[in-house]
Protein backbone atom coordinates (compact mmCIF):
# COMPACT_ATOMS: atom_id res chain seq x y z
CA UNK A 1 0.00 0.00 0.00
CA UNK A 2 1.46 3.37 -1.23
CA UNK A 3 -0.78 5.34 0.41
CA UNK A 4 -1.55 7.52 -2.23
CA UNK A 5 -5.01 8.61 -3.33
CA UNK A 6 -5.68 9.04 -6.98
CA UNK A 7 -9.20 11.42 -6.72
CA UNK A 8 -8.69 13.08 -10.04
CA UNK A 9 -7.36 10.06 -12.07
CA UNK A 10 -9.64 10.52 -14.59
CA UNK A 11 -10.00 14.41 -15.50
CA UNK A 12 -13.56 15.66 -16.35
CA UNK A 13 -14.34 19.10 -17.91
CA UNK A 14 -18.20 20.85 -18.53
CA UNK A 15 -18.98 21.35 -22.14
CA UNK A 16 -19.58 25.40 -22.46
CA UNK A 17 -22.19 24.21 -25.00
CA UNK A 18 -24.63 21.54 -23.33
CA UNK A 19 -22.74 22.17 -19.60
CA UNK A 20 -22.72 18.49 -18.99
CA UNK A 21 -19.57 17.09 -17.60
CA UNK A 22 -17.59 14.43 -19.63
CA UNK A 23 -13.93 13.31 -19.79
CA UNK A 24 -11.22 16.11 -21.01
CA UNK A 25 -10.53 13.49 -23.86
CA UNK A 26 -14.05 13.64 -24.98
CA UNK A 27 -13.96 17.67 -25.29
CA UNK A 28 -12.27 20.00 -27.31
CA UNK A 29 -10.51 22.70 -25.54
CA UNK A 30 -10.54 25.90 -26.94
CA UNK A 31 -8.05 29.01 -27.19
CA UNK A 32 -8.21 32.80 -27.88
CA UNK A 33 -5.87 33.41 -30.54
CA UNK A 34 -6.26 37.04 -31.93
CA UNK A 35 -9.77 37.48 -31.00
CA UNK A 36 -10.86 34.20 -32.29
CA UNK A 37 -11.95 31.17 -30.88
CA UNK A 38 -9.11 28.16 -31.71
CA UNK A 39 -9.48 24.54 -31.51
CA UNK A 40 -6.66 22.71 -29.57
CA UNK A 41 -7.07 19.73 -29.67
CA UNK A 42 -3.80 18.53 -28.31
CA UNK A 43 -4.89 20.81 -25.38
CA UNK A 44 -1.12 21.98 -25.54
CA UNK A 45 -1.80 25.83 -26.16
CA UNK A 46 -0.98 28.24 -23.33
CA UNK A 47 -3.81 30.46 -22.36
CA UNK A 48 -6.95 30.05 -20.31
CA UNK A 49 -9.21 27.16 -22.25
CA UNK A 50 -12.58 26.50 -22.77
CA UNK A 51 -14.22 23.15 -23.30
CA UNK A 52 -16.80 21.70 -25.84
CA UNK A 53 -17.74 18.72 -26.76
CA UNK A 54 -16.53 18.58 -30.82
CA UNK A 55 -20.29 18.64 -32.13
CA UNK A 56 -22.10 21.51 -34.46
CA UNK A 57 -24.67 21.31 -31.71
CA UNK A 58 -22.42 21.92 -28.79
CA UNK A 59 -20.93 25.10 -30.41
CA UNK A 60 -23.83 26.42 -31.64
CA UNK A 61 -25.13 26.48 -28.30
CA UNK A 62 -22.03 28.24 -26.88
CA UNK A 63 -22.48 30.55 -29.28
CA UNK A 64 -25.70 31.60 -28.36
CA UNK A 65 -25.06 31.94 -24.67
CA UNK A 66 -21.79 33.84 -25.52
CA UNK A 67 -20.11 31.08 -23.46
CA UNK A 68 -16.97 31.52 -24.91
CA UNK A 69 -16.20 35.06 -24.09
CA UNK A 70 -17.10 34.37 -20.57
CA UNK A 71 -15.25 31.16 -20.22
CA UNK A 72 -12.29 32.95 -21.93
CA UNK A 73 -12.54 36.11 -20.08
CA UNK A 74 -12.51 38.19 -23.32
CA UNK A 75 -14.15 41.14 -24.26
CA UNK A 76 -17.21 41.28 -26.92
CA UNK A 77 -18.39 38.27 -29.29
CA UNK A 78 -15.54 36.18 -30.80
CA UNK A 79 -14.63 34.84 -34.12
CA UNK A 80 -15.99 31.40 -34.27
CA UNK A 81 -15.50 30.44 -38.07
CA UNK A 82 -12.23 28.51 -37.73
CA UNK A 83 -13.40 26.45 -35.01
CA UNK A 84 -17.02 25.74 -36.86
CA UNK A 85 -14.82 24.77 -39.65
CA UNK A 86 -12.60 22.08 -37.95
CA UNK A 87 -15.70 20.96 -35.78
CA UNK A 88 -17.74 19.87 -39.13
CA UNK A 89 -14.75 18.78 -41.41
CA UNK A 90 -14.64 15.88 -38.57
ZN1 LIG B 1 -21.76 19.49 -25.14
Excluded: N, W
Amino acid sequence: MSGRTHARARPERTCVGCRERAAKRDLLRIVLIKGGCAPDPRGTLPGRGAYVHPVPVCLDLAVRRRAFPRALRAQGPLDTAELREYVEAR
